[in-house]
């Protein structure tokens, strides 16, 4: 155990795997569309473990630094395998950016060997009345809708990248433990790129195990961090002043922006008054190919 901010920070860590990413690059005809399309492209998609991928928002982007000159926001989707990310990319880029108002949809990692053919497949859609064409050097399929024509680009980098950096919040009730949180988040979303926070908010208030105690699941609720569990568990991980836990989770395209991203949320994190202890969710490193230890990136 040491301390930051005056908060008590167990000497654990963070276990993290890796999972294959794309990067998309939503622009409209104002930020509202660009942020409505990206907000549903990245919905149902806080853990792999019950939804079909993993993805969040990363950051806007200024029509100064987009292909076409209008606003843009940059989103992040995950999955374990190169041909479920594939699908899940053109289902989501079909069903929630093709169908939005002014929307187009470019590579956001176009400088990754890997390649899949996203636009090229989204263009059956035109049932024949699609044109392949060349926009800023991109190759780009354009695609009749009612409102005019929807612009994919025809083929989507994706990379090997790194999911589940998180931290533990531990507060005094879930106000101060929330608020905590809310800074967390904010601070990281702020400060630091190529990063997404896939869970509602940013914020996890259901922490999982794998497996179960009694069915056959999965994974099922970490009950040793549960508060209202501490009487019952023998061994729970809940303080006696601890009423509330919060989980930060944390993806990135690289393990460096990871840890940037848990220094600043937990920095923000322990300036908030009811803060007990920040800690790490692990499987004492027994599953994840990598680890991010709380001591060497905070002291």
Request: proline share 4%; net charge positive; glycine share 10%.
């Amino acid at each position: 155990m040491f301390r930051l901010n005056n908060v008590d920070i167990d000497d654990t860590f963070a276990e993290l795997f890796e999972m294959w990413a794309g990067r998309i690059l939503i622009t409209a005809e104002n930020e509202k569309w660009a942020l409505t399309a990206a907000n549903v492209s990245t919905g149902f998609a806080s853990s792999i473990i019950g939804s079909p991928s993993e993805a969040g928002i990363e950051t806007f982007v200024s029509p100064n630094e987009t292909l076409d000159s209008r606003p843009g926001v940059l989103i992040q989707i995950y999955h374990q395998t190169r041909e479920a990310l594939k699908k899940q990319m053109i289902s989501r880029i079909g069903q929630c950016v093709m169908t939005c108002p002014t929307t187009a949809a470019f590579d956001g990692l176009p400088s990754a060997a890997r390649k899949i053919k996203v636009g090229r497949s989204l263009r059956l859609f035109g049932d024949g009345f699609q044109k392949k064409d060349e926009f800023r050097g991109r190759n780009i399929w354009r695609i009749p809708v009612m409102e005019g024509e929807f612009i994919v680009e025809s083929t989507f980098g994706v990379a090997k990248a790194v999911a589940g950096g998180n931290f533990l919040i531990f507060a005094e009730d879930f106000r101060h433990g929330l608020k905590a949180a809310e800074d967390a988040v904010d601070s990281i979303r702020k400060k630091v790129k190529y990063v997404i926070l896939p869970f509602p908010g940013g914020i996890c208030r259901s922490g999982s195990k794998v497996g179960s105690l009694k069915y056959k699941l999965p994974a099922s609720t970490n009950h040793p961090f549960c508060p209202t569990l501490k009487e019952r568990v023998s061994y729970t991980q809940v303080p006696e002043n601890v009423k509330s836990i919060y989980e930060i989770v944390i993806n990135g395209l690289d393990l460096e922006s990871i840890k940037r991203a848990m220094v600043e949320g937990i920095n923000a994190a322990t300036k908030v008054q009811g803060v007990v202890k920040i800690s790490a969710g692990n499987y004492g490193g027994k599953i994840g190919q990598m680890k991010i230890h709380l001591r060497e990136i905070l002291i």
